[in-house]
């Protein structure tokens, strides 16, 4: 059972997670709760582990991940399909899931799109790969995003302009796909990494 102090660390670590991306060091913690002895906020880490509220990786640096990852330890949910071409229809289901938590760390967000066509073969996309993508609806221009045209998924680089939005691919091949400004659109994440399948 949890004494409050370990309930107040357990609250810090998951507060900190948010803000920063990333776990605080033992340091931070003793900073924040005047321990002085690192084995003092190790001993407190032991008892959450104990008790199952975190994990630790070894002796890694900010290697503290709380029990909501476990909970995701099962992977990055891949949800369908997604266009690097024409746009296809958004296919939403979860159909899987990729264990990738020691490369992306915190999973909160993320998702996975399968490649369909060749469109960003530039940007070193390719066909089959898997799109590591962070669930948001902003985006800042120039970033790789997968974005829902007239219910239609695709990915492509963001170029918002005055008038309209442009959707370039990686590939001279494809043209960009112009979207007016009061047509149905919306941005569904930024992409954070590809997973080559062969």
């Given at each position: 059972m949890l004494n409050d102090r370990a309930r107040e660390i357990y609250a810090f670590i998951?507060?900190?997670?948010?803000?920063?991306?990333?776990?605080?060091?033992?340091?931070?913690?003793?900073?924040?709760?005047?321990?002085?002895?690192?084995n003092g906020v190790r001993y407190y880490l032991n008892l959450l582990?104990?008790?199952?509220?975190?994990?630790r990786k070894g002796k890694i640096s900010r290697g503290i991940g709380t029990s909501s990852d476990a909970s995701r330890a099962a992977g990055i949910p891949i949800l369908g399909r997604?266009?690097?071409g024409q746009p296809i229809l958004a296919e939403e289901n979860m159909s899987g899931?990729?264990?990738?938590?020691?490369?992306?760390?915190?999973?909160e967000g993320l998702f996975a799109l399968q490649v369909r066509g060749d469109s960003m073969i530039d940007a070193g996309i390719l066909e089959g790969d898997y799109v590591i993508v962070h669930k948001?609806?902003?985006?800042?221009?120039?970033?790789?995003?997968?974005?829902?045209?007239?219910?239609?998924?695709?990915?492509?680089?963001?170029?918002p302009k005055k008038t309209h939005i442009e959707l370039e691919a990686a590939n001279v091949n494809y043209q960009p796909i112009v979207v007016a400004r009061d047509a149905s659109f919306r941005i569904l994440g930024t992409v954070r990494g590809v997973l080559r399948t062969t």
């Open positions: 998951q507060a900190f997670r948010r803000e920063h991306g990333s776990a605080p060091t033992i340091r931070e913690i003793g900073e924040k709760f005047a321990i002085s002895s690192t582990e104990k008790s199952g509220y975190i994990r997604v266009a690097a899931s990729l264990d990738m938590a020691d490369m992306f760390g915190e999973s948001q609806e902003e985006a800042r221009a120039g970033q790789i995003v997968v974005a829902l045209v007239e219910d239609e998924a695709t990915v492509k680089y963001y170029r």
